[in-house]
């Protein structure tokens, strides 16, 4: 992004921050100086001024006055950003002390794996606002509770990988999405990785290409207008005392029946992103590591307008078992702990299976709705296969769409990979359409993958 408007946003944020930078490296010096009474121009680091942001139309500046952050939140967002915009600032902290051949401990600071810089801690944080002073040093948590809106809405994070340290010792770090939108003032979107293992799932499809019975479409008003209308029905209708902000809701039906569509559609109706959450990046062998990871994507999805998709659901919500050992009593707590923060998620959260029977009864009851997909009917499969092959214009005189449609009861993914398998068997050969033999070959396939035959 380093044209046209982008390059002028771009110029925009890099001055603000410019003038931060040199905020925050003078109130940087003046606590050093302080913390070793050497001599300063100022008795306190509060008598430095921050930078006036009348007039700034900069990213930054409309975060600052977004939030009303005042000297010691700027203080803080600007501790989080400098290993971002200028590293060596903070290379003055990496002094030792004398008498101990080590760091200062109320420097706080970590050391990346690659990044050769210092990095702030919470300690850090409190060396910069408070020094010495236990006072100001306890005012100091207020700002990193997860209760503060920058914490809250996800700005700033705090990590503990250890249990039993101070709390204080926590990495203090800018979250990826503000990152990006103080700099470049992209808005940037979390994607899979190590650290949020969900996939932002879409579609080129609409309304009017997903196939589904009434009674499914009628369920699936609900949600979509909950989807789009929940704050204006817990606000100016008051439902907000007695009804909980988040939606839940369970997708259940054979594969390839469109639960995963659906999703996409809903939130693509509403302007909510979908993410699909990986059960594998998810679940772990190891105790309290399934918490752990699934804590971290509802963390992130709490403040934002997400859709919280789990696909195969019974992988992790399963039925509960008697706790005859303590794996047993591991894997109960980890359904505990999940059954709370799907009730707690202010948004809405889809699960899907296969199979209804294998959800925990205690999930099941606190779903807002329990939507069936069943496979489709004759009419519905053929709005199915003309919905996919009509479109190539490429179908052989001999195709009879109704025929198949009458005769064969699959789903609707299984038509999607008819219709991919025939194409390719027909570009094999040579030929430029798809022939009756083409599809029924791609038919047999499909249903020897259920242990069927045509």
């Known amino acids: 992004m380093c044209s046209g408007a982008d390059g002028v946003v771009g110029v925009g944020n890099a001055g603000a921050l410019e003038r931060e ?14 913390h070793f009474e050497q001599e300063c121009a100022y008795a306190a680091v509060e008598e430095i001024a921050a930078p006036a942001l ?138 899979y990785d190590v650290s949020f ?27 979509r207008t909950w989807a789009t209308h929940g704050d204006k029905l817990l606000g100016e209708w008051r439902l907000e005392k007695t009804v909980k902000p988040g939606y839940r809701s369970l997708f259940y039906g054979p594969p390839g029946t469109g639960k995963t ?11 909510a992103d979908v993410y699909r959450i990986d059960l594998s990046m998810i679940v772990s062998k190891y105790i309290g590591e399934t918490e752990k990871n699934l804590a971290n994507v509802f963390d992130q999805a709490q403040h934002r307008r997400w859709i919280l998709f789990f696909d195969e659901a019974d992988a992790l919500f399963g039925k509960r078992t008697s706790a005859s050992s303590s794996n047993d009593r591991h894997a109960n707590q980890e359904v505990a702990y999940l059954l709370q923060r799907v009730e707690d998620f202010p948004g809405i959260v889809i699960l899907a299976t296969n199979l209804k029977a294998n959800i925990d009864d205690a999930f099941a009851r606190r779903f807002q ?32 769409l109704e025929l198949l449609a009458r005769q064969h009861e699959i789903s609707g993914g299984a038509i999607t990979n008819v219709a ?35």
């Open 420 to 454: 991919r398998d025939a194409a390719i068997n027909a570009m094999q050969v040579g030929r430029e359409q798809i022939n009756m033999a083409d599809l029924r070959r791609g038919i047999a396939r499909e249903l020897r993958k259920e242990g069927r035959t045509a």
């Open 21 to 34: 930078l040199a905020w925050f490296d003078a109130v940087l010096h003046a606590r050093i100086s302080l």
């Open 261 to 271: 569509l659906t999703a996409t559609l809903i939130g693509q109706s509403s302007g």
């Open 197 to 223: 293992p969900a996939k932002l799932i879409t579609t080129p499809l609409a309304w009017d290409d997903l196939v589904l019975g009434r009674a499914v479409q009628d369920e699936i008003a609900g949600i």
């Open 54 to 191: 009348d007039g700034d139309d900069s990213d930054y500046a409309r975060l600052v006055r977004e939030f009303g952050l005042d000297f010691r939140e700027r203080l803080l967002l600007m501790l989080a950003l400098v290993p971002h915009l200028r590293p060596q600032a903070l290379d003055m902290l990496f002094l030792r002390n004398r008498n101990l051949d080590r760091g200062f401990t109320e420097f706080g600071g970590w050391k990346g794996r690659t990044h050769g810089g210092f990095l702030p801690t919470c300690e850090t944080a409190a060396f910069l606002l408070a020094g010495t002073d236990l006072g100001k040093r306890f005012a100091v948590l207020s700002l990193l509770d997860a209760a503060h809106p920058l914490v809250r809405r996800g700005v700033l994070r705090i990590d503990h990988d250890a249990r039993g340290e101070p709390q204080l010792s926590g990495s203090l770090t800018v979250s990826p999405e503000y990152l990006a939108r103080v700099t470049t003032g992209a808005v940037q979107k979390p994607d």
């Open 369 to 400: 709705s329990l939507v069936y997909f069943p496979m489709p009917d004759a009419e519905q499969r053929l709005r199915l296969w003309k919905g996919t092959l009509n479109p190539t214009g490429r179908l052989a005189p001999d195709v009879d």
